[in-house]
């Protein structure tokens, strides 16, 4: 099976129809450098920990977003999205969908325009839509090691 055909297997998992097709999540992994991840968490055995530091170890350049740490994978955790300086391609959130909305809303504000990922069930159908709308590529309810690894065959 190719690499897209396996990545269309992990958007029928998603609970969002409404999430962009198989290649433009190809184009998005091909095309990214810098991931800003909001609660990279401390602790080793919690996915919100495991996914960036795959994505670290993949050559991702991981920035840590947690008020609760002061470095995470070797990096100085920033507090909120809006004390990350540097541009980011990506952000990927790791809260819970009752709170995830602000998280989109911060993310969609940032001059670069940076793509939006929600993780596994994890969804705010109010701030993706309305991100959407601005152009921007948001992901919901699907998880980033998942669909690299499709991608990676």
């Known amino acids: 099976m190719d690499t897209l055909s396996l990545l269309r297997r992990e958007l029928e998992e998603s609970s969002d129809p409404d999430n962009p097709p198989a290649e433009e999540l190809r184009a998005l992994f091909e095309r990214m450098r810098t991931v800003a991840v909001i609660g990279l968490s401390r602790s080793p055995e919690k996915a919100a920990r495991r996914v960036p530091s795959y994505l670290a170890a993949k050559g991702y350049d991981v920035i840590p977003v947690n008020p609760r740490a002061d470095r995470l994978l070797g ?7 809006e004390e990350v300086d540097e541009p980011v391609d990506l952000v990927v959130v790791f809260r819970p969908s009752e709170a995830a909305g602000a998280f989109v809303e911060s993310a969609a504000a940032r001059p670069e325009r940076p793509a939006i990922w929600l993780q596994s069930g994890i969804r ?7 991100a959407r709308a601005q152009g921007l590529l948001v992901v919901q309810d699907l998880c980033t090691f998942r669909v690299h690894r499709s991608l990676s065959g």
Do not use: I, N, V
């Not at 990096?75 to 999205?81: F, G, N, T």
């Not at 705010?124 to 309305?130: G, I, M, P, V, Y």
């Open 124 to 130: 705010s159908d109010r701030e993706a839509e309305a």
């Open 75 to 81: 990096r100085a955790a920033r507090d909120r999205l």
